[in-house]
């Protein structure tokens, strides 16, 4: 089938090992057990905007995956939901993957570009940037995100369904360093368990952390 070709054949994900939206995509390949290679794409300083780079992802971000027959795909979300077809990690019932689908929006439209963008600003901007006026307006509607999450969890253990899956992955990356843009999980006890519980999965694979300059920026910001 057109759709399932190179799913077989090793993958390479273009991708900034700090970055939620990477980890997403090697978190699942590493619980997969699948082969791929990774190109280490420092996105914060300008790798994505090279000529080469952008006649592949004319948008100019990470992660990036191209298959073993050179056609690539672009959006952490999207890229899960491929890698994820026809395992454990995707349910079966169109019910469920609707909801998992409608966390994987939440996750994109109402809390990373909260969360995430706080952690960046705190650890990838001058201490004068001008963005850092924006961090209040984040920081408050970063906790609205993880406060809609919290009620869920109150009532179920995963975000994908009955059990783990990609929807739980793609909340889970920039929700375990939302402290590092100076929003703190301490109020969260349903999200601080199932954090625990994505942590014990089979395969589970920690972010790395940020480099010496970006952690020191984030010691400084929170």
Same mark, same amino acid.
């Given at each position: 089938?057109a759709?399932?070709?190179?799913?077989?054949?090793?993958?390479?994900?273009?991708?900034?090992?700090?970055?939620?939206?990477?980890?997403?995509?090697?978190?699942?390949?590493?619980?997969l057990?699948?082969?791929?290679?990774?190109?280490?794409?420092d996105?914060?300083?300008?790798?994505?905007?090279?000529?080469?780079?952008?006649?592949?992802?004319?948008?100019?971000?990470? *992660?990036?995956?191209?298959?073993? $027959?050179?056609?690539?795909?672009?959006?952490?979300?999207?890229?899960?939901?491929?890698?994820?077809?026809?395992? *454990?990690?995707? *349910?079966? $019932?169109?019910?469920?993957?609707?909801?998992?689908?409608?966390?994987?929006?939440?996750?994109?439209?109402?809390?990373?570009?909260?969360?995430?963008?706080?952690?960046?600003?705190?650890?990838?901007?001058?201490?004068?940037?001008?963005?850092?006026?924006?961090?209040?307006?984040l920081?408050?509607?970063?906790?609205?995100?993880?406060?809609v999450?919290?009620?869920?969890?109150? $009532?179920?253990?995963?975000?994908?369904?009955?059990?783990?899956?990609?929807? $739980?992955?793609?909340?889970?990356?920039?929700?375990?360093?939302?402290?590092e843009?100076?929003?703190?999980?301490?109020?969260?006890?349903?999200?601080?368990?199932?954090?625990?519980?994505?942590?014990?999965? *089979?395969?589970?694979?920690?972010?790395?952390?940020?480099?010496?300059?970006?952690?020191?920026?984030?010691?400084?910001?929170?």
């Amino acid at each position: 089938m057109a759709g399932t070709k190179g799913r077989g054949a090793v993958i390479t994900v273009h991708g900034f090992s700090p970055s939620g939206n990477c980890h997403k995509v090697r978190l699942l390949l590493e619980q997969l057990g699948r082969p791929y290679r990774w190109v280490e794409t420092d996105s914060a300083r300008g790798a994505t905007r090279t000529p080469e780079y952008l006649a592949r992802n004319p948008n100019g971000k990470v *992660p990036m995956l191209e298959t073993g $027959d050179g056609r690539v795909l672009v959006e952490s979300n999207a890229i899960l939901h491929w890698l994820a077809q026809d395992t *454990p990690y995707w *349910p079966t $019932d169109a019910w469920q993957q609707s909801h998992a689908l409608a966390w994987m929006f939440f996750e994109q439209y109402s809390h990373e570009p909260y969360v995430a963008v706080a952690r960046f600003i705190c650890g990838w901007t001058p201490a004068d940037s001008p963005r850092r006026a924006d961090l209040p307006a984040l920081r408050d509607k970063g906790h609205a995100a993880l406060a809609v999450m919290e009620r869920h969890l109150a $009532d179920h253990d995963w975000f994908s369904g009955a059990g783990y899956g990609i929807a $739980d992955i793609a909340l889970f990356a920039y929700t375990r360093v939302a402290p590092e843009g100076g929003i703190p999980l301490e109020g969260y006890p349903a999200i601080t368990r199932w954090l625990a519980r994505v942590e014990a999965m *089979p395969g589970f694979m920690p972010m790395p952390p940020p480099d010496a300059e970006a952690a020191a920026r984030i010691a400084q910001s929170t």
